[in-house]
């Protein structure tokens, strides 16, 4: 089993800023990929970012500029800092990670989702 803790999401007027975190931990032998993609009202849920274990991301265009992701490989932690948040910018955020299990099943895993609000 795994699991993925998200936090750090709440309630920031535009052009501000917040750091979402997504710890992970259970049955982890390695973690490849991680990521963070959102789901806003009505809409579909959509890639926002994602690392690479070396450390290559990628952006949807949306947020390039503005957001940064990261992770700590030691600790199967990854962050997204979030600057210059828009109104649009309001969704449900989620991470994602594929993780090799300790009987070396490739998964893929979704945390609960945390919600980030931008508004006046």
């Known amino acids: 089993q795994v699991q993925l803790v998200e936090s750090g999401g709440g309630l920031v007027q535009p052009g501000g800023s917040l750091r979402l975190s997504c710890a992970a931990s259970?049955?982890?032998?390695?973690?490849?990929?991680m990521g963070w993609y959102r789901q806003a009202p009505g809409k579909e849920r959509e890639l926002v970012a994602t690392?690479?274990?070396?450390?290559?991301?990628k952006y949807a265009d949306s947020v390039k500029g503005r957001f940064t992701i990261s992770r700590d490989n030691a600790n199967n932690k990854v962050h997204l800092q979030m600057n210059s948040l828009k109104t649009e910018d309001t969704a449900v955020y989620y991470c994602?990670?594929?993780?090799?299990?300790?009987?070396?099943?490739?998964?893929?895993?979704w945390g609960q989702g945390t919600q980030v609000t931008v508004s006046t």
């Open positions: 690392i690479t274990r070396g450390g290559t991301t």
């Open positions: 259970g049955t982890i032998f390695s973690i490849n990929d």
């Open positions: 994602n990670a594929d993780v090799i299990t300790l009987r070396f099943y490739a998964t893929n895993n």
